[in-house]
């Protein structure tokens, strides 16, 4: 069974910046890419950006591109979103999710989750 604990969320203005972490118990992730989803309220969920981590490519929606950062730690067991120059938007709940990059919706393990506000 693979755990998978978000944290790092909160409140931040407009143009401001926070760090996600999704920490796995596992000692390594085997053949689990990690990715990162958001649903903002009343919204669907949302693929935001998701690391392969065999080879270590990523994959962001074009929303996030060029201010969110998807990134890995092995020696950790975490896996980081840095988030830079938020806007109001990106405000939701923000989740981790294991599984293949190429099928968001097969994705086998999820957190519970880290809410996110951009608010002035």
């Known amino acids: 069974q693979l755990q998978l604990v978000e944290s790092g969320g909160g409140l931040v203005q407009p143009g401001g910046s926070l760090r996600l972490s999704c920490t796995h118990s596992?000692?390594?992730?085997?053949?689990?890419?990690i990715g990162w989803f958001r649903q903002a309220p009343g919204k669907e969920r949302e693929g935001v950006s998701c690391?392969?981590?065999?080879?270590?490519?990523?994959n962001y929606a074009d929303s996030v591109k060029g201010r969110f950062t998807i990134s890995i730690d092995n020696a950790k067991n975490t896996v980081y979103l840095q988030m830079n120059s938020l806007k109001p938007e990106d405000t939701a709940v923000y989740y981790c999710a294991a599984g293949s990059c190429w099928d968001y919706d097969g994705m086998g393990y999820w957190g519970k989750g880290t809410p996110v506000t951009v608010s002035s």
């Open positions: 690391i392969h981590t065999t080879s270590g490519s990523t």
């Open positions: 596992r000692f390594t992730l085997d053949a689990y890419d």
